[in-house]
């Protein structure tokens, strides 16, 4: 199998012309660094929250799944080591830009709001705190960059990047997801604070999401009975890694293996978040 990307956390193989196959790995990235630890089942965890979130939305738009069972895989995938970290996807022209939607201003999104008072060009209301729910959610898209950070841009540079009634589609279907996975995330005691889709055009033209869906690495999930307004949140994903990070001053350049109980502490939120998302046990 050729394998045609390999980022943070994905390997991508060609299948043939019009299939894929991608593996989630159990590496982990924060701050655009991959770090040295592995954190043990994550890719798992991270492809199984996908697959039900692509079926959760399928009435709203179609998905790029095939097939997550090994049997239906190509020869060379159907060994234990790709069982449940896989899927068998169809190729797509993904779209240039990162659909970032925020439902509560916090991180970079608060940042900007303290100094600017805006969000991606984006005015919002005097006064706010930080982690708190805005009016409604907000489409704030970057991006995507090969190497470094994604950049924030505005709507209307997405429609200049591809075209305005493609640019339109993508804030609705992306504002329209949000908020129906935000619903039912509370109902299981999750707060969606924000996440990010991707999208892609399939072979007769029609918008399809692709990649990952509202999963730990791609969104902020924040325990509701826990929230509270006007600070930081405790979090069931990889927040919890990169503020130890912080506060251990941890860098690429000295590449210090991360403490076993910190990597454990990590997975045990990870599958939290999948088994509070899904009602399964893991």
């Not at 709001?113 to 930080?130: A, M």
């Not at 504002?175 to 129906?180: G, L, P, S």
Request: glycine fraction near 6%.
């Amino acid at each position: 199998m050729k394998k045609i990307s390999s980022g943070k956390v994905r390997e991508i193989y060609e299948v043939d012309s019009d299939k894929l196959m991608l593996v989630v790995s159990d590496r982990i990235s924060a701050f655009d660094v991959i770090l040295p630890n592995m954190v043990p089942n994550k890719g798992k965890v991270l492809n199984k929250i996908s697959a039900f979130w692509f079926d959760y939305i399928k009435d709203i738009i179609p998905n790029h799944v095939i097939s997550t069972d090994l049997k239906d895989f190509p020869v060379e995938f159907q060994t234990p080591e790709f069982e449940g970290r896989s899927m068998l996807v169809k190729k797509l022209k993904m779209l240039p830009i990162e659909c970032i939607v925020r439902g509560y201003i916090t991180g970079s999104g608060w940042a900007n709001y303290k100094s600017t008072g805006t969000v991606c060009g984006i005015k919002l209301p005097e006064g706010l705190q930080e982690s708190q729910k805005l009016p409604e959610p907000i489409f704030t898209p970057t991006t995507k960059a090969q190497e470094g950070h994604d950049e924030n841009i505005s709507f209307e540079e997405v429609c200049k990047l591809i075209g305005e009634d493609l640019a339109n589609e993508v804030k609705n279907k992306t504002i329209e997801i949000y908020k129906k996975c935000a619903e039912y995330a509370l109902s299981k005691g999750i707060i969606i604070a924000d996440t990010k889709f991707e999208f892609g055009i399939d072979e007769n033209n029609n918008l399809v999401i692709g990649d990952e869906v509202l999963t730990p690495d791609s969104s902020r999930f924040w325990p509701a009975d826990e929230y509270e307004v006007g600070k930081s949140q405790k979090s069931f994903d990889k927040q919890y890694l990169r503020d130890w990070l912080k506060q251990n001053n941890w860098s690429a350049e000295n590449g210090t293996p991360i403490p076993e109980d910190v990597i454990a502490t990590t997975t045990s939120k990870y599958i939290e978040a999948y088994e509070r998302i899904t009602g399964k046990n893991f």
